[in-house]
């Protein structure tokens, strides 16, 4: 097991789930000595098809006129961060 006094490198990499397994689709590019643990935090990756999917989804429920709306408040950037208040 790894010495617990040298402070290992934090690395992100993609990883795909296979048979049971994290595989990385990488190179990970940093030693991690055999028997290390290490803490794993999953989040999924989307695809295009799901992003595609949640932007056509964005007007559903609203009227034509709510639609029409929300889309002069974007055209509009001197409208677009009034009554905010950022400190």
Same mark, same amino acid.
């Given at each position: 097991?790894?010495?617990?006094?040298?402070?290992?490198?934090?690395?992100?990499?993609?990883?795909?789930?296979?048979?049971?397994?994290?595989?990385?689709?990488?190179?990970?590019?940093?030693?991690?000595?055999?028997?290390?643990?290490?803490?794993?935090?999953?989040?999924?990756?989307?695809?295009? *098809?799901?992003?595609?999917?949640?932007?056509?989804?964005?007007? *559903?429920g609203?009227?034509?006129?709510?639609?029409?709306e929300?889309?002069?408040?974007?055209?509009?950037?001197?409208?677009?961060?009034?009554?905010?208040?950022?400190?």
């Amino acid at each position: 097991m790894a010495n617990t006094k040298e402070k290992m490198q934090e690395k992100t990499c993609e990883a795909i789930f296979e048979k049971g397994v994290f595989r990385p689709l990488s190179s990970l590019e940093i030693v991690i000595p055999e028997g290390q643990r290490v803490k794993l935090i999953v989040e999924p990756i989307e695809f295009p *098809d799901n992003i595609l999917k949640q932007a056509t989804s964005v007007y *559903d429920g609203l009227s034509e006129e709510q639609i029409n709306e929300i889309e002069q408040i974007i055209l509009s950037r001197e409208n677009f961060f009034k009554g905010r208040n950022y400190k």
